[in-house]
């Protein structure tokens, strides 16, 4: 279980540092295809292998009146055309057995969000799918309980397991990562994925919608690179400012070759040390 295959892309082990990026959640066809074929050429010149992540249905949106995005018909279309034109593999989050057996037929890899990480029919549904999983350690759990988490889909079988580190709640609108986490998820033998963007949310602290921290994204991006974690998360977008979801916290288009080329040289020296 320590190599989980999303496609054709290795993840874990000594294996090349993974980027796992895009919306945080499908806006507008073209948004998504422009990021896309932002990703797509990044991966080719630096020379990363990519993942496309983007949700149809942000479920645990702070307020009501929150987008949440197209819905799962429309969003599958969307990335399966992502798939088919860039010639990249996908992923996207599921919150219900339902919605588990629905995007199978589409996506690479399943994620399952931090709030439904210990969902057990979810889980163990999203193990029989044949597909890799990629399950967002809660903001509640500590690393000694992500265990359960992996057996019940590793009960169902399938693709493998992946464990995304995203910060854990301490007090009031505010995340805190550990990095000492990481010898003790290790003991899991699966790929661990380091979500740079979501651990430096800031959780409600405005209001309606979260805050956060973009300032720490390339410092937070560096260590997870260094620990050495298997990949690394990113929500992007062309003009964050006018995203419909996590726009304090999403990369700008513009700025990421200039973090990700400094970000792989962290990856590279950690994996030759």
Known sequence: MGIVKVGQIPVGEDQPLVIIAGPCVIEED???FQIAEKLSKLSMDLGFPLVFKASYDKANRA??????????????????????????????????????ERCAGTVDLLQVPAFLCRQTDLLITAGRTGLPVNVKKGQFLAPNQVKGVVDKVVSGGGGGVMITE???????????NDFAVLPELRKLDCPLVFDVTHSVQLPGSEGSHTGGRT???????????????????????????????????????YRLDGLLENVLKFGALARSS
Do not use: Q, W
């Not at 399966?80 to 919605?99: C, G, L, M, N, Q």
């Not at 995203?166 to 805190?176: A, D, E, I, K, W």
């Not at 997870?224 to 995203?243: G, I, R, T, W």
């Open 30 to 32: 073209d948004v998504a």
């Open 63 to 100: 307020s009501l009146d929150s987008y949440r995005g197209p819905g799962m018909e429309e969003g599958l279309k969307v990335l399966a055309e992502v798939k088919k034109r860039f010639d990249i593999p996908v992923t996207t989050d599921v919150h219900s057995v339902e919605e588990v």
């Open 166 to 176: 995203r910060g854990t709640s301490f007090g009031y609108g505010n995340l805190v």
């Open 215 to 253: 300032d720490a994204i390339p410092a937070m991006a560096r260590c997870a690179a260094a620990a050495p974690f298997d990949a690394l998360f990113f929500e992007v977008h062309p003009d964050p400012p006018k995203s419909l979801c996590d726009a304090n916290t999403a990369v700008p288009l």
